[in-house]
């Protein structure tokens, strides 16, 4: 189940587990998802001041730090802020391979929903533009440990960005990563969330899921990611 990071009468921010839709949608309709079980617990029977509100999303895959808003208007506010590129969203991705960097920016433009698979690709004439920006944060035997920090939001960024690099993510198959048994789905993980609403401050941190935990020990004790 997720874990709640902060709630208060505007925002509910929540560290989501890996393997958890976001929204309802996509292949899988008849599964669960995150909006649903907040709506579930936080109640939106009582009207539509209870409701919860999805501000961006994170992929099935991914865990880590989702925001919602609890009032209509805390939504079109904070939609605003992820529009405007005001809010400042660190991802840790484990990838294989060692960069020879310790600071790299990928710009390659990023078209989505690419052919059967439905993959982010680069394309240089009709992509969006996409920016990000990596560091290696810890290397071990034949993968290490990025920081990556998108500017822009598009579909798979850091997945499509890294892979681009030279770099897929651990267990990443669909951007041509092999199979490890150190970790069973793409090993990113968004880390935090950074922004200023109402003239605050907030800043929030996602402690790593478990079967990030697990591969990171295996690695630091030596061990390699095939």
């Not at 990928?106 to 920016?131: C, E, F, I, Y």
Request: with cysteine; aromatic share 8%; net charge negative.
């Amino acid at each position: 189940m997720e874990q709640i990071l902060y709630s208060d009468e505007l925002l509910l921010v929540v560290n989501k587990p890996p393997g958890l839709a976001t929204v309802p949608g996509g292949w899988e309709e008849d599964t669960s998802n995150l909006l649903e079980l907040l709506e579930a617990e936080y109640g939106s029977a009582d009207g539509p001041e209870k409701a919860i509100w999805i501000v961006h999303r994170l992929d099935r895959v991914t865990s880590g730090v989702v925001l919602f808003a609890r009032t209509a208007e805390a939504h079109r506010a904070l939609s605003l802020l992820f529009e405007s590129r005001a809010v400042h969203k660190v991802y840790h991705a484990l990838v294989t391979g060692l960069p020879s960097w310790e600071q790299q920016t990928a710009r390659q433009p990023l078209r989505a929903d690419v052919g059967h698979s439905h993959r982010t690709a680069v394309d240089w004439k009709n992509g969006k533009p996409a920016v990000t920006h990596f560091r290696v944060s810890e290397r071990f035997k034949d993968c290490a440990l990025l920081e990556a920090i998108p500017e822009t939001g598009r579909t798979h960024q850091v997945r499509a960005h890294a892979a681009a690099l030279g770099f897929p993510l651990l267990a990443d198959t669909l951007y041509s990563a092999l199979p490890t048994g150190l970790i069973s789905r793409p090993a990113l993980h968004a880390y935090s969330l950074e922004f200023e609403f109402q003239g605050k401050l907030f800043s929030f941190t996602a402690p790593y899921p478990d079967d990030l935990k697990a591969a990171l020990r295996l690695l630091r004790r030596g061990h390699e990611h095939l």
